[in-house]
């Protein structure tokens, strides 16, 4: 297991200094001038050395990218010029919208998803089966943000039972919270549940044919013991792959959902970002996006190492 982590922890560091790498060279070596960029074509000559300046563009990239990845480590994001204010406090402010959301949707995802995948393979080829690929090739095949148009027209418009958009805010309270972000998080947790019924039937389907299953039945095992007990570990594998996936894309790809409810999230400050031209902002929030990402990855490679005991000793399974 020591060895298990130690390959995954050096993983993850290397993988995060590629994407520091990559992030530094495309916003700032790539042909084309940041602070040109965020001034606009008419900026006056005078103004725009100063901003060079003080971005430590007249300094060479190394200099620069030492200086950032330092800053990183130490928690200082900057300061973003379109609200003057660090950017250290523009995320905390805007996960306190985005993370819950994330977590909501990949909950409701998960609690619909597996269980729905599970029965169609348990029920291969019979009406429960044909309905649930049914229900998840219109839930890939449907956007989610007009899914979630058809969402407020209904609930919103119609019935008048649910906001059409905007975030009363934590300090409304728990249920005026919850209530904001209850349509968001349908229309981002449904399509992701029909694609994870999908890959747990198709996992579930291949645990089935495995010889111990057939043992299993064979010696006279209780069918939802040996569905729910036996199988259903086993074919864990991919399923996690794929929830990690999801979580990192929910939590990192909501942009096009918070601005169809415009919920002050980390998507939509990312959306605002670039409009404004504030590229402070959006370099640092790439890559701890892009950090995010890498470190629920590495999570995921530690819940394979429980699922499946023989890769804890680091070898070829």
């Known amino acids: 297991m ?36 965020m001034l606009g074509v008419n900026a006056e000559a005078e103004t725009l050395a100063a901003l060079r300046q003080e971005m430590g563009l007249d300094r060479p990239a190394w200099v620069r990218y030492s200086q950032w990845v330092g800053d990183l ?42 269980p ?7 029920n291969h080829n019979r009406p429960m089966d044909f309905l649930t690929m049914g229900f998840s090739q219109i839930g890939i095949a449907v956007p989610n943000f007009w899914f979630a ?26 249920a005026a919270a919850l209530k904001s972000l209850l349509l968001p998080t349908v229309a981002l947790a449904l399509p992701q549940a029909a694609i994870l019924a999908r890959v747990t039937r198709s996992a579930f ?27 259903l570990r086993n074919s864990l594998i991919p399923v996690v792959t794929i929830m990690g996936l999801q979580f990192s894309f929910l939590l990192a790809g909501t942009i096009i959902i918070e601005n169809v409810f415009y919920l002050p999230g980390i998507g939509r400050l990312i959306f605002q970002a670039i409009s404004q031209r504030d590229l402070i902002v959006v370099k640092n929030l790439v890559i701890l996006l892009a950090a995010s990402i890498v470190v629920i990855n590495f999570f995921v490679d530690l819940l394979y190492a429980l699922i499946d005991p023989r890769l804890r000793g680091g070898g070829n399974g």
């Open 2 to 37: 020591r060895i298990f982590l130690v390959k995954r922890l050096a993983a993850l560091m290397v993988t995060l200094v590629a994407a520091t790498g990559v992030v530094f060279v495309v916003l700032e070596i790539l042909p084309g001038d940041p602070a040109a960029v």
């Open 149 to 174: 148009m058809l969402l407020t027209l209904v609930f919103s418009v119609t019935f008048r039972i649910l906001p059409a958009g905007g975030f009363a805010g934590w300090e409304s309270g728990m």
């Open 116 to 122: 729905l995948g599970v029965l169609a393979a348990a």
């Open 205 to 231: 389907l291949d645990v089935l044919k495995e010889d111990y299953i057939r043992t299993a039945r064979a010696k006279g095992g209780d069918r939802q013991r040996i569905v729910w007990h036996h199988a």
């Open 73 to 114: 480590m130490t928690g200082n994001l900057g300061t973003s010029y379109t609200y003057d204010v660090p950017v250290s406090e523009l995320v905390v402010d805007r996960i306190s919208v985005s993370f819950p959301l994330a977590l909501m949707a990949m909950t409701l995802s998960t609690v619909i998803g597996i």
